[in-house]
């Protein structure tokens, strides 16, 4: 019984974790700091690791972001 509650708590936490991250609307890289639509073709050229996500423009910008110029956020 505890295997199976324990399995359901990673299950719950993974998917939540997973939703937050479909959820958002913009990615930023943390080397570049430059921000891109969450589906602009630079984010698939990005190092997971550098990967920041962000819900709107103005998170983007007061995190010190700029906007990519291929996707124009």
């Avoid at 998170?59 to 291929?70: D, F, H, L, M, T």
């Amino acid at each position: 019984m505890k295997k199976i509650f324990a399995t359901v708590v990673t299950i719950f936490f993974l998917t939540a974790a997973f939703a937050s991250v479909l959820a958002s609307s913009y990615v930023g890289n943390a080397k570049t700091k430059k921000f891109h639509y969450a589906d602009c073709s630079m984010v698939g050229k990005m190092n997971p690791a550098n990967k920041v996500y962000m819900n709107t423009r103005d998170e983007a910008i007061n995190a010190g972001y700029v906007p990519c110029k291929r996707c124009n956020p």
